[in-house]
């Protein structure tokens, strides 16, 4: 069972930039591909970024692509989101997901991961 624990999210204003931690507890972690989603009230959740297991590959959604980075501590067992250049547009709330299949690694699709967090609100606003 994996278990993930979003923070970091907060107010920052346009231009500035925040770091979104997932902290995952279970044994195999590890060996789980892991994603961040975000969605916005009444709509449905979208990708951000994905990273592989290996950590060797990663993946952005074309609005992010740039700005935000994707990256994994293993001997913290945590999954980070530097977002920089921030926008009025990522102001909502930022989802951690983790999947056991490998041969979703990179999926964008949210019904392709297994495990969620509770979300961290992120708001852009002067």
């Known amino acids: 069972q994996v278990q993930l624990v979003e923070s970091g999210g907060g107010l920052v204003q346009p231009g500035g930039s925040l770091r979104l931690s997932c902290a995952a507890s279970?044994?195999?972690?590890?060996?789980?591909?892991m994603a961040w989603f975000r969605q916005a009230p009444g709509k449905e959740r979208s990708f951000v970024a994905a990273i592989s297991l290996s950590n060797s590959r990663t993946y952005y959604a074309a609005s992010v692509k740039g700005r935000f980075t994707i990256s994994r501590d293993k001997a913290k067992n945590t999954v980070n989101l530097r977002m920089n250049s921030l926008k009025p547009e990522d102001t909502v709330v930022y989802y951690c997901?983790?999947?056991?299949?490998?041969?979703?690694?990179?999926?964008?699709?949210?019904?392709?991961?297994?495990?969620w967090g509770q979300g961290t609100q992120v708001t852009v606003a002067s």
């Open positions: 997901a983790a999947t056991p299949k490998t041969y979703h690694s990179g999926s964008v699709y949210p019904g392709n991961y297994d495990y």
């Open positions: 279970g044994r195999t972690f590890s060996n789980y591909p």
